[in-house]
């Protein structure tokens, strides 16, 4: 496979030009662009997967009890027997009302494909949807997660300490609440550190406005008490996000969630600066992926561009 560094660097002339065309009016029609953008991407990730597996995938195991708390795990041959290896635990998005861990057999595998492929232990993760299931509940799921990779990820060659939570949309809302919201704060005192966070195009702010297209999905999770929502934020909380953070924004967005991914890095970064303590002391990273949208950003992994994760994997080791 041919790889790129260069943003949309795996598309053909022709699709580039339609995604800098789509780009600046991406909010105007977010399901039709969407789906142009996981058209373009689906032959190209699956022509990596049918270029052979050099990894194992274990499918549907469970986490919890309901039928949607379940992973799949991907791991090589040659990591499980070299072990202590990374763990990237992804959580997809879908506006808190929809989505699977494989939209359709290719789009979320692709981030795990990708990062199997780099040597680490990857986890794709569902979770439950609201209505039936309410703030906090994908919260809840994600710790229920993190708790089964704790418990079993060196069964893979996965070091336990050195778990990555990784969060798309919807699912970035999930990993950002578990690791600051006050409400999450017995869950977190009851296991071990996260090794770190990867925030992409993360849903930070709940809110209801009119342009909000997904406003919708965040009646549904987040209560139809607007009051609340300021509360159930993880902006609100952000003084309080004590983990080492990647922010990334894709330029262009869904609306405001560059903004909210920008305001949540200022808050971290500023609390960090006036924290004691060498831990606390480490910087948040941003970084705007320059030529994509919100459905690019995470499905071009495994697509043969490699600028978003090679930024992952040196965030991991740094």
């Given at each position: 496979?041919?790889?790129s560094?260069?943003?949309?660097?795996?598309?053909?002339?022709?699709?580039?030009?339609?995604?800098?065309?789509?780009?600046p009016?991406?909010?105007?029609?977010?399901?039709?662009?969407?789906?142009?953008?996981?058209?373009?991407?689906?032959?190209?990730?699956?022509?990596?997967?049918?270029?052979?597996?050099?990894?194992?995938?274990?499918?549907?195991?469970?986490?919890?009890?309901?039928?949607?708390?379940?992973?799949d795990?991907?791991?090589?041959?040659?990591?499980?027997?070299?072990?202590?290896?990374d763990?990237?635990?992804?959580?997809?998005g879908?506006?808190?009302l929809?989505?699977?861990?494989?939209?359709?057999?290719?789009?979320?595998?692709?981030?795990?494909?990708?990062?199997?492929?780099?040597?680490?232990?990857?986890?794709?993760?569902?979770y439950?949807?609201?209505?039936?299931?309410?703030?906090?509940?994908?919260?809840?799921?994600?710790?229920?997660?993190?708790?089964?990779?704790?418990?079993?990820?060196?069964?893979?060659?996965?070091?336990p300490?050195?778990?990555?939570?990784?969060g798309?949309?919807?699912?970035?809302?999930?990993?950002?609440?578990?690791?600051?919201?006050?409400?999450?704060?017995?869950?977190?005192d009851?296991?071990?550190?996260?090794?770190?966070?990867v925030?992409?195009?993360?849903?930070?702010?709940?809110?209801?406005?009119?342009?909000?297209?997904?406003?919708?999905?965040?009646?549904?999770?987040?209560?139809?008490?607007?009051?609340?929502?300021?509360?159930r934020?993880?902006?609100?909380?952000?003084?309080?996000?004590?983990?080492?953070?990647?922010?990334?924004?894709?330029?262009?967005?869904?609306?405001?969630?560059?903004?909210?991914?920008?305001?949540?890095?200022?808050?971290?970064?500023?609390?960090?600066?006036?924290?004691?303590?060498?831990?606390?002391?480490?910087?948040?990273?941003?970084?705007?992926m320059l030529?994509?949208n919100?459905?690019?950003?995470?499905?071009?992994?495994?697509?043969g561009?490699?600028?978003?994760?090679?930024?992952m994997?040196?965030?991991?080791?740094?």
């Amino acid at each position: 496979m041919h790889t790129s560094q260069e943003p949309l660097g795996s598309l053909s002339a022709t699709l580039r030009q339609r995604f800098a065309q789509i780009g600046p009016v991406w909010g105007r029609d977010i399901n039709t662009h969407r789906d142009l953008v996981i058209d373009a991407y689906s032959p190209l990730v699956a022509a990596a997967r049918d270029e052979g597996e050099s990894f194992e995938v274990a499918r549907e195991i469970a986490y919890g009890d309901h039928e949607r708390q379940r992973l799949d795990v991907f791991a090589s041959a040659q990591t499980r027997e070299k072990g202590s290896a990374d763990v990237v635990l992804f959580v997809h998005g879908g506006a808190f009302l929809r989505g699977s861990k494989s939209f359709n057999g290719l789009i979320y595998d692709n981030v795990s494909r990708w990062f199997a492929r780099q040597g680490c232990v990857a986890l794709n993760v569902e979770y439950r949807l609201a209505p039936e299931a309410p703030y906090p509940a994908g919260a809840e799921d994600v710790a229920a997660a993190f708790t089964w990779a704790l418990k079993h990820v060196a069964e893979f060659g996965g070091n336990p300490r050195r778990i990555f939570l990784v969060g798309h949309s919807a699912g970035g809302a999930h990993v950002a609440t578990y690791l600051c919201d006050p409400l999450l704060a017995g869950l977190r005192d009851s296991a071990p550190a996260v090794a770190g966070a990867v925030l992409i195009s993360a849903r930070l702010v709940a809110d209801v406005l009119p342009d909000n297209p997904n406003a919708a999905g965040v009646r549904a999770y987040f209560g139809a008490d607007e009051t609340r929502y300021a509360a159930r934020s993880p902006l609100t909380h952000a003084a309080h996000f004590d983990t080492p953070l990647m922010v990334v924004v894709a330029e262009y967005e869904n609306p405001y969630l560059d903004a909210y991914g920008a305001a949540f890095f200022e808050r971290v970064l500023q609390a960090r600066q006036h924290a004691g303590g060498a831990a606390l002391k480490r910087a948040p990273r941003f970084v705007q992926m320059l030529g994509h949208n919100h459905t690019s950003v995470v499905a071009h992994f495994d697509s043969g561009e490699t600028l978003l994760g090679d930024a992952m994997l040196g965030f991991f080791s740094a």
